[in-house]
């Protein structure tokens, strides 16, 4: 039915054809996240792995695909605006009535388990070096 009813739409609004057409948009709630603070403004990153919420207190730092918060900025003052930029990773945060502009470097940081692989040195060293790879 709704194939039909989009050639339909399509055949009406042809160009020479005065016919009043109009064309309808659905949505539905994909999911709701909860805030512990009210939202101020949230931004994406440009790959939409990251949407970042600005809050009066800090920013929040969720990972898209599973809403998992993955890190928290604290901030000192109140911000009314948030951007970020792909270009250097950063996120840019304005306050109006302080007249501040505050730029925080976003980087990703991996994880990864050494257990039962081959190393050399102490195990509880503070630096860890990993080489990945393929003599190919």
Not at 73 to 88: E, G, Q, R, V
Not at 118 to 123: D, I, K, R, V
């Amino acid at each position: 039915m709704k194939k039909i009813f989009f050639l339909l739409a399509v055949l009406l609004c042809l160009p020479g054809i005065v016919q009043p057409c109009h064309a309808g948009v659905e949505w539905s709630l994909k999911r709701q996240l909860p805030v512990d603070s009210a939202p101020v403004t949230i931004t994406l990153s440009p790959d939409g792995k990251w949407m970042f919420v600005l809050t009066s207190v800090e920013v929040i730092i969720y990972e898209t695909k599973s809403d998992k918060v993955l890190n928290r900025i604290p901030l000192d003052k109140a911000y009314d605006s948030m951007t970020y930029s792909a270009a250097d990773n950063t996120l840019f945060l304005s306050s109006r009535s302080d007249k501040a502009i505050k730029l925080i470097g976003i980087e990703t940081v991996y994880q990864f388990s050494f257990t039962g692989l081959p190393f050399t040195g102490p195990g509880d060293a503070p630096v860890t070096i990993a080489v990945f790879s393929d003599y190919q």
